[in-house]
């Protein structure tokens, strides 16, 4: 059966050698909005934080990360000239209870928070960098690791009873050692060994799109690599705050952490 956006692929080969390829619309917190921008925008902004534009055809479109604390109803984005009103519809991300036996993950330690509060920062940075990337065709993303997708992102958590923020990322449970490859073509911008986040990769894709990956066995690359597609970054592991070997992908837009599967071709 042909999707819409399958028809698009084809009628886009047909006229050109491009590739159409945007992330899904899904309009909801932590999802993504793909806007159609009217001739006279070419630049948008949301708290200050500037938009990613591409533009895969004749066709200008703003892809806009819906932020996971953002409440139901209406939002609107600034331009160069008017507005855009964004519709955030309501959606119910499941509940997660986790029993965690050290206790340093669950009530950290002074030491713990204040190291903590140092990698945070180190994080929040990169997420709300822009680096500029001409997107004639938005990035087509690929799986980072083999196996199963469990519907984790968005996830209420729940440590030994007691409400934590959302899970933001996927996860993906694997064997430690399986390889874990560059989703799209980017730049290294973060090594580290955090502590919730163990041994870590963050890589920039351009124009505020960030990829993270988390509790890696092993990290294949240096901050500042160029990346190509497929290249390998790192092996999956268990390392930083987690119950078994997974893979955590994170995905961040204009500083919001949006469902990773939104970026995948169905
Ligand atoms: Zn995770």
């Known amino acids: 059966m042909f999707s819409i956006k399958k028809i698009l692929i084809l009628c886009g080969l047909l006229t050109s050698t491009q590739i159409f390829a945007l992330p899904q619309d899904s309009r909801r917190a932590g999802g993504i909005a793909v806007i159609p921008l009217s001739q006279n925008i070419?630049?948008?902004?949301?708290?200050?934080?500037?938009?990613?534009?591409?533009?895969?055809n004749t066709q200008r479109y703003a892809i806009f990360g819906i932020p996971l604390s953002t409440p139901v109803g209406s939002l609107e984005l600034q331009t160069n000239a008017q507005p855009i009103q964004i519709?955030?519809?309501?959606?119910?991300?499941?509940?997660?209870?986790?029993?965690?036996?050290n206790q340093d993950y669950v009530n950290p330690q002074q030491e713990q928070l204040d190291r903590y509060a140092i990698?945070?920062?180190e994080q929040?940075?990169?997420?709300?960098?822009f680096s500029p990337a001409q997107f004639s065709d938005f990035p087509n993303f690929i799986r980072p690791t083999a196996g199963k997708f469990s519907n984790s992102f968005g996830r209420k958590r729940f440590f030994n009873?007691?409400?934590r923020a959302p899970h933001?990322?996927?996860?993906?449970?694997?064997?430690?050692?399986?390889?874990?490859?560059?989703?799209?073509?980017?730049?290294?911008?973060?090594?580290?060994?955090y502590f919730f986040n163990g041994?870590?990769?963050?890589?920039?894709?351009?124009?505020?799109?960030?990829?993270?990956?988390c509790h890696l066995s092993k990290i294949n690359v240096v901050k500042g690599q160029k990346l190509t597609q497929g290249e390998v970054l790192g092996l999956v592991g268990k390392t930083g705050r987690v119950t078994g070997?997974?893979?955590?992908?994170?995905?961040?837009?204009?500083?919001a952490r949006v469902d990773p599967q939104l970026f995948l071709n169905q």
């Open 42 to 56: 070419s630049e948008v902004k949301y708290k200050d934080q500037p938009i990613l534009i591409t533009q895969p």
């Open 87 to 101: 519709e955030v519809k309501p959606y119910k991300y499941a509940e997660q209870r986790l029993n965690v036996k």
């Open 161 to 163: 009873g007691e409400e």
């Open 168 to 193: 933001s990322g996927l996860d993906i449970p694997a064997p430690v050692g399986q390889k874990v490859v560059a989703p799209a073509s980017g730049v290294v911008v973060g090594v580290g060994d």
């Open 199 to 213: 041994q870590t990769v963050l890589v920039d894709h351009g124009q505020g799109l960030i990829s993270m990956f």
């Open 124 to 129: 929040n940075d990169i997420y709300t960098s």
């Open 119 to 121: 990698e945070a920062k």
């Open 245 to 255: 070997p997974h893979l955590h992908w994170g995905m961040s837009l204009n500083n």
